[in-house]
């Protein structure tokens, strides 16, 4: 029989209680919902980022029955599985080896096997010392910030870029000052996320106003916006849900709304046209989208 010193004993059990006290962090870390990526972070197929408020979500996906892989937004809270937006559009990923991740050029990047770059921001930027950050806001907009000592600026939004749906804040209109048009444009299909056959654009040829095209053929139209609303579509005023504007300057035309109060809502292009209006609605027993279908007036 062996005696073992009772300091001995005293060093060993805290060395056991640091290592599981260690090891509990480490694993409620893995749990708590992170909403950046930096310079020296990735999202695999199978990990998310999450914004703030947890109000969205962004990772990997597949639309429908599909069995290709994009990544895209979504939302957390509500309505599970809406996609609000689509990063790889054009180019999936065939299986599930891509991640997300920026790059040390400075460009948010989806890159597959082999390092084969499937989708880029396409900033013409160089090394900037890993001071990248890129954010998944809680209103739905996926920004990359350059970060140093001194300053933050916004170099990149997922905004500027929109897939099928408009977002509360988002600005649909055109950059005077850099050319970027910025318009909705529907799925090809459920199952299919790439660019479909119907756009929404502001068209800036003599009276702003938005036009919904098929293809290159113009579908339907709202009117010139009048100080209060378009002119072409029946509103009531003042509006309990969401505050409307169409900005005119030397720098940009772009019309945008803004929610009242906690309503969710967006606006969204469907691969069959419709423009529709959806509204969250919850209740004790269950929730439901709202549907208001303006296809026949946008």
Not at 154 to 163: A, E, G, N, R, T
Not at 275 to 287: A, D, F, G, N, P
């Amino acid at each position: 029989m062996y005696y073992i010193p009772s300091y001995h004993l005293y060093h060993s059990s805290m060395e056991v209680y640091f290592m599981i006290l260690l090891f509990l962090s480490c694993l409620i870390s893995t749990f708590v919902a992170v909403d950046i990526i930096t310079a020296n972070q990735s999202i695999k197929d199978g990990n998310t980022i999450v914004s703030h408020g947890e109000m969205y979500e962004l990772g990997f996906f597949s639309p429908g029955n599909s069995k290709k892989r994009y990544v895209g937004i979504w939302y957390k809270k509500i309505s599970r599985g809406t996609i609000v937006w689509v990063a790889n559009r054009d180019t999936p990923v065939a299986d599930t080896s891509a991640m997300l991740k920026v790059s040390k050029e400075g460009n948010m990047l989806i890159s597959g096997g082999g390092n084969t770059v499937i989708w880029s921001t396409g900033l013409a930027v160089s090394a900037r010392n890993n001071n990248q950050v890129v954010q998944l806001l809680d209103n739905g907009n996926l920004v990359m910030w350059y970060k140093n000592s001194t300053n933050t600026r916004l170099i990149w939004q997922s905004f500027d870029y929109p897939s099928d749906t408009m977002l509360p804040g988002m600005k649909i209109g055109k950059d005077l000052v850099t050319g970027l048009q910025r318009s909705f444009t529907s799925w090809k299909s459920p199952d299919d996320p790439s660019p479909g056959m119907y756009s929404n654009i502001v068209d800036t040829n003599g009276y702003p106003q938005i036009f919904k095209w098929k293809g290159e053929a113009l579908e339907s139209r709202l009117g010139p916006w009048n100080g209060l609303g378009f002119s072409g579509f029946a509103s009531e005023i003042p509006n309990p849900v969401y505050t409307a504007e169409f900005v005119i300057n030397e720098k940009e035309i772009y019309h945008k709304y803004e929610l009242i109060g906690s309503v969710v809502q967006r606006v969204v292009l469907t691969s069959d046209g419709k423009t529709l209006v959806l509204h969250w609605i919850e209740r004790k027993t269950h929730s439901a989208l709202l549907n208001t279908n303006f296809g026949s007036t946008l």
